[in-house]
């Protein structure tokens, strides 16, 4: 449940709409308060849905900062990390098609 759009130009190179986020790609937020930030996945936790991005913190009430949580819905991959051997089989699958 962690997957968002892709981006127009990775739309049209590998003909998939959306893909789940990994950590290592790099992300556009479409949507809230940090809109047009863009930086790399950090984290992703598959139980809640949420992602989170590099550079996008909240200060917590005792002065800390965290990282702040987004959803995935909420954002678009312009960039993909693919060093896993499983997702270059998927993207290469669609590709073929």
Do not use: F
Request: glycine share 8%.
């Amino acid at each position: 449940m962690t997957a968002a759009h892709m981006s127009t130009e990775l739309l049209g190179k590998y003909g998939r709409r959306s893909l789940p986020v990994r950590k290592g790609d790099t992300v556009l937020v479409k949507r809230g308060e940090s809109k047009s930030l863009s930086g790399e996945v950090t984290r992703v936790n598959p139980k809640t849905g949420k992602v989170y991005v590099e550079g996008l913190t909240v200060k917590k009430m005792d002065g800390t900062d965290v990282e702040k949580p987004l959803h995935a819905s909420n954002l678009e991959i312009t960039d993909l990390h693919l060093e896993d051997r499983e997702r270059r089989e998927v993207l290469e699958k669609k590709i073929s098609k």
